[in-house]
């Protein structure tokens, strides 16, 4: 049974318990650890002190969090948990730079044209805008801005696919188009056609002009 933060009373050797990061790894996952570590056999008790312990343990948990003890998430950003805060709080809209939209928009119709509409988890690299965008905002506005930017993000594939649709009704996701019908359709002309309703960003359809 452990009696002390290091399991022998003394503390950790080699990390600052006194840390917010700390304070947050052993506030999600000490007392679970430890109650594990109570249960195993001798033997895999000594594999477990020559693996490090829970000082070694400790550290990798540890790299879960910022030094603020905010929780990473698999892009390395923080501020991206939604434990605890009400959709409420996390759905909002507020305002997103330009570089950001524009970022947004280019590789959304990149992805668009080079999968013909459809979307392909495997081909996008929309994980990089939004992980450039979210270090680049404050960490308690990242969940708010990235549920705007999804907004944005909808906007316009939805005008992507109403521009095709509308030079050829009978085009279907997945086929062929001809990639410069889209070559009028600004993302200026999609963000100042967008209407608020509520917490979201809505295209209203056939509101875009992008014939030559």
Same mark, same amino acid.
């Given at each position: ?11 950790y050797r080699s990390i600052n318990t006194n840390s917010e990061q700390y304070k947050a790894a052993a506030r999600d996952h000490l007392a679970a650890h430890r109650a594990e570590v ?28 910022? #030094? ?6 698999? #892009? ?6 939604? @434990? ?10 507020? @305002?997103? *730079?330009?570089?950001?939209?524009? *970022? ?16 392909? /988890? ?13 270090? *680049? ?7 708010? /801005? ?23 009704? @009978? ?14 359709? #600004?993302?200026?002309?999609?963000? @100042? ?20």
């Amino acid at each position: 049974m452990f009696i002390g933060i290091g399991g022998n009373g003394n503390g950790y050797r080699s990390i600052n318990t006194n840390s917010e990061q700390y304070k947050a790894a052993a506030r999600d996952h000490l007392a679970a650890h430890r109650a594990e570590v109570a249960m195993m056999t001798p033997e895999e008790r000594m594999l477990y002190e020559m693996l490090g312990g829970e000082e070694g343990y400790m550290k990798n948990v540890m790299k879960r969090y910022d #030094s603020e003890g905010y929780l990473l998430n698999s #892009s390395g950003v923080a501020g991206m948990c939604v @434990n605890g805060i009400p959709e409420s709080q996390r759905h909002q809209i507020i @305002n997103i *730079s330009e570089e950001a939209r524009q *970022s947004m928009y280019e590789e959304t119709m990149r992805h668009f044209i080079q999968e013909k509409g459809v979307a392909n /988890g495997d081909t996008t690299r929309r994980s990089e805008v939004y992980t450039k965008f979210q270090l *680049s905002i404050p960490k308690e506005d990242r969940l708010k /801005g990235t549920w705007t930017l999804q907004q944005y993000e909808t906007a316009y594939r939805q005008a992507f696919y109403d521009a095709i649709k509308a030079s050829d009704p @009978n085009w279907e996701l997945g086929r062929p188009f001809d990639s410069s019908i889209l070559r009028n359709l #600004s993302r200026e002309d999609i963000d @100042n056609s967008l209407v608020r309703s509520g917490n979201r960003l809505l295209l209203p359809r056939n509101t875009i002009d992008c014939t030559v």
